[in-house]
């Protein structure tokens, strides 16, 4: 009699010890706030107490220590079980206010998959907030507290824990669950790797403060939401295979500028490459599950088709993982594309142009990101940055190449005597070639602009010294008072036309000489 | 639980379709005979659930006359008892994989675009997804059971001594009582889902007003009624299942030979499952549940089905007036002994009498088992809702993933 009201009393207590420093939730929170920045600044003055360095929960060792005597007491009298209940409730609402803070809604899955993206974004960032909190402070915290109060008693601190950990940790991976069954589109790739992230993080959390039955659970149950928003997640990144086949233009797009096509999938490839450690292990994953499919047509023989189909990128690419094999089927499928979309240009240069546009920008995405460089390697940047300079050099022969026959000094002499009409001719055609030229391509674009010095460049030191040699050579023939009718342009005027080329601004055709 | 569905995993992918093999069924005859397999297999299991289950529940005096052994027990399981819900679990991944295997084989997939399919399984899947609601719930539900099985624990303990004194009577009534007003207090509230806010708080002032043995209880069932946090406010289960419901009808005539038979059967048996798992775990919001899933009565195959619906409605409205925590067997027969031990300790008088004595401690030894009943079944009974749950999301997924390779099959992509 006397030990059940000892009982009694001391379960009283211990419940109010555990209440009463969380009933006032605001200090509870500021505490926490407080005690945080301070260890983050005073690392050394570690002495401070355990349980005040800004762990959740904030007891005072004070307090901790009376109720590990009150836990030992009531234990030894053979009252764990009242021990445990009080301390399995209190810990549970405890725990729910914390989510109730962190703004932590149970949404039933009938209305996830009713949502909007937007809204369903903005729910899964702050699920990832909560998620976070949980491995990052909860979890450790309330490990600590268990080891603290029931100091002696191990396992029963870990079948408490395991318990919390259990109907919290369900709760949050339904919530993921859902996610992975919403309808996939490809903007929600990235939302998915964060899930997928945040989830990995949770498992060492728990791994060493559960009972091994529960660690082994709990383990499973979040391995099983990772797999679905894994097979989400590679289902969307191979989406892409389809946005860039159906993507098929009628018109070509003006000026030979970049496509938004190439944009699009190129800025798609850095973003999602960020996530690059995530996405290959989503990947290996989700090969070895198609490998054990005998049905199924396995990823190794995939490859054996794409490389046949498109030998040039698989010959290069370095790194022959799931993921990268994955990546390199996109280029190509970008690269044949691009092809095709490329013939719907009638004017031979301006296709060059466009590929070239469009090659240049490819590579420079690529070297730009360190991991797309490290799925694509080097003898592939290498390699592209040749077959754009071979794009180079065929505009070059298409263009301009036809104008330097104008300019040979061979046919213009007879007899030693320079043939007046046939030199007013060449002048005439020069011209006339060089304005049609001019008039075609002053709207074309190179929006890179190391290509497009590049290409002035190239244009100039091709055209110039043969002509300003030609104009050189041959200009006192003409006569006196005619020269300007046939010698249109000096070479500087030439050159700063060629200048203007290749911006996308018609520069204006009035410019004549200059002295 | 991870080893069998592995198994039943990669059997059901063996014979998914996958990419572009479509595998054409030839003889229209073998398809019709799967069809009708299938509802046989589902008529015989169910039959067999109907004759295994054991006579009525809460009749006291079988409880106490005749203990069966355990073995027998496990055979021939009281309807709605831990046993027999893991039996009824069994049965629907039994079901539901078969019928898997029925809707993906060898089907012409052109059939998922037109009526009556198109509309049927999209209505499946959506039945699916609120039966993930439930499979939630109901887990959380049975946590709930959990704690009150702790405080019947606690209560066996005190009183499975040689000589019962004054403290020991004391402890056990104190953890009885709670449970009591927690299983009440519980539905009391459920029934106010609207209210459901206000009265979480209100009973969590309750805790706060200070001191006396009173206040214990209060407070210990304000603390419970937040453990049922895990489920959204203004969620009602039975409203959940009558949505499950709606829309569930038999198909007549000419698409009853198809494959819209076997998807009825199936969301048939889904629900019956699902509001059998809600009238007998405590839920959030459960008024009106008798009504509102009925089979209807000419059905063949859904006979067996029926008598055990039937059983089930009549357990239910004889305690809907009371107001019941769950019509699990262990649980009703749980409510039944504490109260009347809590009788026995009110009146309780040291020394207590031999004959009284002896009642008591058949009382205790049956609550004893009860908890030992609930220690082995719940957990196990847990996992498998969860299974029944990843269950249902793969196989949505997998059906997704054939409605979009039918749709791919479909509509060439231009290139």
């Excluded at chain 2, 009391?188 to 206000?198: C, D, M, Q, Y």
């Excluded at chain 2, 006979?303 to 009371?322: A, D, N, T, Y």
Aim: charged share 25%; hydrophobic share 35%.
């Amino acid at each position: 009699m006397v030990l059940q009201r000892a009982m009694a009393f001391l379960e009283e207590e211990f419940r109010s010890l555990l209440e009463d420093c969380r009933n006032n939730p605001q200090s509870n929170y500021d505490i926490f706030l407080k005690n945080s920045s301070f260890n983050y600044k005073n690392q050394d003055q570690s002495d401070q107490g355990e349980t005040e360095s800004g762990d959740f929960p904030a007891y005072s060792l004070e307090v901790v220590t009376k109720m590990n005597k009150i836990a030992c007491a009531m234990i030894s009298a053979g009252y764990e079980t009242e021990c445990c209940q009080v301390y399995s409730v209190s810990r549970r609402i405890a725990f729910n206010e914390q989510m109730k803070r962190l703004e932590f809604e149970k949404i039933n899955m009938d209305d996830v998959l009713k949502m909007q993206w937007e809204t369903l974004e903005g729910e899964i960032s702050r699920w990832i907030k909560v998620v976070k909190t949980c491995s990052g402070s909860l979890f450790p915290g309330e490990k600590n507290l268990g080891e603290s109060i029931f100091s002696d008693h191990p396992l029963i601190c870990r079948s408490l824990f395991s318990n919390l950990a259990r109907a919290v940790v369900i709760q949050l991976l339904d919530f993921a669950e859902a996610v992975s069954m919403a309808k996939r589109s490809a903007e929600k790739l990235f939302k998915f790797l964060d899930v997928y992230e945040t989830l990995q993080d949770l498992i060492p959390a728990i791994n060493d403060s559960c009972s091994h039955e529960c660690e082994h659970q709990l383990t499973w149950e979040i391995a099983a939401a990772c797999d679905r928003i894994g097979e989400s997640a590679v289902s969307i990144f191979c989406d892409l295979e389809n946005s860039i086949k159906s993507d098929v233009a009628k018109s070509p797009v003006p000026g030979g500028a970049v496509h938004p096509l190439t944009r699009y999938v190129m800025n798609y490839l850095k973003y999602a490459c960020e996530y690059i450690n995530t996405l290959e292990k989503i990947f290996e994953k989700h090969a070895k599950l198609e490998r054990s499919l005998p049905m199924t047509s396995n990823l190794s023989s995939n490859d054996i088709e794409k490389e046949s189909e498109s030998p040039h990128n698989f010959e290069t690419v370095e790194s022959k993982t799931p993921f990268s094999i994955q990546v390199v089927t996109v280029m190509d499928l970008l690269d044949t594309n691009l092809e095709a979309k490329s013939k719907l240009y009638r004017d031979p240069s301006l296709r060059y142009i466009f590929l070239m546009n469009n090659g240049r920008y490819i590579l420079q995405k690529v070297k730009g990101s360190t991991e797309v460089r490290q799925v694509m390697g080097d003898t592939w940047c290498r390699r592209r940055s040749t077959v754009v300079r071979q794009f180079h050099k065929n505009y070059q022969r298409e263009t301009w190449t036809r104008i330097l026959p104008c300019l040979s000094h061979d046919g213009l002499q007879v007899n030693g005597k320079v043939n007046k009409s046939v030199l007013k001719d060449r002048f005439k055609i020069f011209s006339t070639t060089f304005d049609e030229i001019h008039r075609t391509q002053s709207t074309w674009v190179v929006s890179d602009e190391q290509l497009q010095s590049e290409l002035r460049v190239s244009i100039t030191s091709v055209v110039i010294p043969a002509y300003r040699s030609f104009v050189g050579r041959f200009k006192q023939y003409l006569d006196s008072g005619k020269v300007d009718k046939y010698v249109k342009y000096q070479p500087e005027d030439i050159e700063t036309l060629i200048e203007g080329l290749f911006d996308g601004n018609p520069t204006s055709m009035g410019r004549r000489r200059s002295s | 639980m991870p080893a069998t569905t592995d198994n039943q995993s990669s059997f059901l992918n063996r014979i998914s379709i996958r990419r572009n093999q479509v595998v054409a069924m030839e003889n229209h005859d073998l398809e019709l005979e799967d069809l009708e397999l299938f509802q046989k297999h589902v008529a015989d299991r169910f039959s067999h659930i109907l004759s295994t289950t054991a006579g009525n529940i809460t009749d006291p005096s079988s409880a106490t006359t005749e203990s069966p052994s355990a073995a027998q027990e496990s055979c021939t399981p009281p309807l709605l008892s831990i046993s027999w819900f893991r039996n009824l679990l069994d049965t629907y991944l039994c079901c539901e994989a078969e019928f898997k295997a029925v809707l993906v084989m060898g089907r012409d997939p052109t059939q998922f675009t037109k009526t009556p399919l198109d509309k049927l399984i999209p209505d499946l899947l959506d039945r699916s997804v609120k039966a993930l609601d439930i499979c939630n719930a109901v887990t959380h539900g049975v946590e709930l059971v959990r704690h009150w099985q702790k405080l019947a624990q606690i209560a066996v303990t005190a009183l499975q001594q040689t000589t019962i004194g004054e403290g020991q009577v004391r402890r056990a009534k104190k953890a009885l009582n709670t449970l009591l007003t927690s299983m009440v207090v519980d539905e009391k509230e459920n029934a106010n889902s609207n209210n459901h806010g206000k009265s979480t708080e209100r009973s969590w002032s309750f805790g706060r007003r200070g001191g006396s043995g009173n206040n214990n209880k209060d407070r210990a069932t304000g603390n419970f009624r937040s453990l049922s946090w895990s489920v959204a406010k203004q969620w009602s289960a039975a409203k959940q299942i009558q949505a499950m419901s709606a829309n569930l009808a038999a198909p007549r005539g000419g698409e009853s030979t198809g494959l819209a038979m076997p998807v009825y059967i199936m969301s048939t048996v889904l629900v019956f499952v699902m509001w059998s798992l809600v009238a007998a775990i405590p839920c959030q919001e459960r008024t009106g549940l008798a009504t509102h899933f009925v089979v209807p009565r000419q059905l063949g195959w859904a006979q067996p089905m029926i008598g055990l619906q039937e059983k089930i409605v009549e357990e239910w409205k004889k305690k809907e007036k009371k107001g019941t925590a769950g019509l699990l067997e262990e649980l009703q027969k749980m409510e039944k002994v504490a109260q009347s031990l809590v009788d026995f300790a009110d009146s309780f008088q040291f020394p207590l009498e031999e004959e009284k004595a002896a009642e008591v401690a058949m009382q205790v030894e049956e609550l004893a088992d009860i908890c030992r009943k609930m220690e082995e079944g719940l957990v196990p009974l847990q996992q498998q809702v969860r299974e029944v749950f990843h269950r249902i999301v793969r196989s949505r997924a997998e059906v997704l993933d054939l409605l979009d390779q039918v749709g791919k099959l479909s509509t060439p992509v231009p290139y």
